[in-house]
């Protein structure tokens, strides 16, 4: 009998523990996740990003999200500060070009299979989003697809419209764009045909690759460890798009990083630019700028002798191995991705949901100023998942400025001797074994 109270106490005594471990309530104990996101935009993002976090408590009133908004241009250096530190967020976005480096460093929690199940499996993510998922060469999935950065045509149909120009026929391949913003050169008076950004030249790269690519050409090989930019087709790629540039760029327009780009041309800057779908949201909550007001629409990305592409980005949501609560990590990475979460906050900021079904009975399947975007996302192609991208990425960036900051078109011998020394700086890059491209 003895043995059997002194049993029974031990077991009270533990029931007393867990009580009040859990509040005394019997449910989970109360966990607050860090949540680092970087803003696509101003406060429409932000509010958006609230929104879901509360949206998720109602579902699990034991977690609450704790979200820090990092500036893109910080995020880098605060990221790779909390992996080696192992001071960090639960979960983190992360640029899908910046997964191959983070992953390469193990700093990444790999999602297992049972959990990518959970989520509905790679099928449900749009195919080129899904191949940022992970390291190319590696088949461990270490960020889900959130957000996609999918670029499209933006132009003002009143300049096109004065220079006696159809929509549907200005932008269906090379020679048709070129022709077109001959025609806004030489009738609208007063509009540049071009409003591109050229002063940040990581926003460049995004706008040439289309190009690259719609000439058969490509950055580096299939197994992403030699550079393909001196070949013919990519010469072809760069060639044509420098030129374009330099002859129907607003020089205001010039003179703008291409995040600045979205509001000058809203303003009146150019008569076509380039940009993703969360312009869309903007120009359509504030339609009467100088440049919107007489109608604006958008259009897919000319095709090239290969083909129509697009350059496809966006993020995807890694869990840290340094994380507290990993389990409760997971349950919001599976919230956002979620197709209710995908749809809503989709539609709140005017981002792209990586999840295909998530644009179904919203204005992103519906209205008309978003249906270029749902063309280009079966065209867009995403940079190698490889870890040394970002110093990749950066070489394209010193070397191609020689091409927006010369004060003409240059010839194509001058483009090919400028790629020349871009692929002998890429390959030596990718050469050094210690490059991951995090530092």
Not at 157 to 184: H, S
Not at 192 to 201: K, T, V
Request: proline share 6%.
């Amino acid at each position: 009998m003895r043995r059997t109270a002194l049993l029974a106490a031990a077991a009270a005594l533990l029931a007393l523990a867990g009580c009040a471990k859990d509040g005394g309530t019997g449910s989970a104990p109360d966990v607050t996740l860090e949540f680092w996101y970087m803003p696509y935009g101003g406060p429409i993002q932000d509010r958006a990003v609230v929104q879901e976090t509360e949206e998720f408590h109602k579902l699990h009133p034991n977690i609450t999200i704790n979200p820090v908004r990092i500036q893109w241009s910080d995020a880098l250096t605060r990221l790779s500060t909390a992996t080696t530190s192992g001071e960090g967020p639960d979960v983190t976005v992360l640029g899908t070009t910046w997964v191959g480096g983070f992953s390469a460093l193990g700093a990444l929690r790999p999602y297992t299979d049972a959990e990518i199940a959970e989520v509905g499996g790679k099928d449900v993510f749009a195919t080129a989003a899904w191949s940022a998922s992970h390291r190319l060469g590696s088949d461990e999935i270490t960020a889900l697809p959130w957000l996609t950065d999918v670029r499209a045509l933006f132009y003002r149909k009143d300049v096109l419209a004065q220079a006696g120009i159809d929509p549907a026929t200005a932008f269906t391949d090379w020679n048709a764009f070129e022709q077109t913003l001959q025609k806004i050169k030489a009738g609208s008076g007063t509009v540049w045909p071009l409003a591109i950004g050229n002063e940040n030249n990581f926003g460049i790269i995004h706008n040439v690759a289309p190009f690259i690519w719609g000439a058969g050409g490509n950055l580096l090989d299939d197994s992403g460890d030699k550079s393909l930019l001196d070949q013919p087709a990519a010469v072809d790629g760069v060639e044509y798009y420098q030129r374009l540039v330099h002859k129907y760029d607003d020089p205001a327009a010039m003179k703008l990083t291409s995040s600045d780009v979205p509001e000058a041309f809203a303003n009146g800057t150019g008569a076509v630019t380039i940009d993703n779908s969360q312009a869309v949201g903007d120009y359509l909550a504030d339609p009467d700028r100088p440049g919107l007001k007489n109608g604006w629409g958008t259009a897919p990305m000319p095709a090239g002798k290969e083909g129509r592409f697009g350059f496809f980005g966006g993020s995807g949501l890694a869990i840290l191995k340094s994380a507290k609560h990993p389990d409760e990590a997971f349950a919001w990475v599976k919230f956002l991705t979620g197709e209710e979460s995908q749809r809503r906050y989709s539609v709140s900021s005017g981002l792209w949901p990586a999840r295909t079904a998530a644009i179904k009975g919203t204005r992103l399947e519906s209205d008309p100023a978003y249906a270029a975007f749902r063309t280009m996302i079966a065209a867009g192609r995403m940079y190698p998942s490889i870890p040394a991208w970002i110093v990749v990425e950066s070489i394209i960036a010193k070397d191609l400025a020689d091409l927006w900051h010369a004060p003409d078109a240059l010839t194509r011998a001058q483009v090919e001797e400028i790629l020349q020394r871009t692929t002998t700086d890429i390959d030596e890059a990718l050469q050094d074994p210690a490059q991951t491209g995090i530092n």
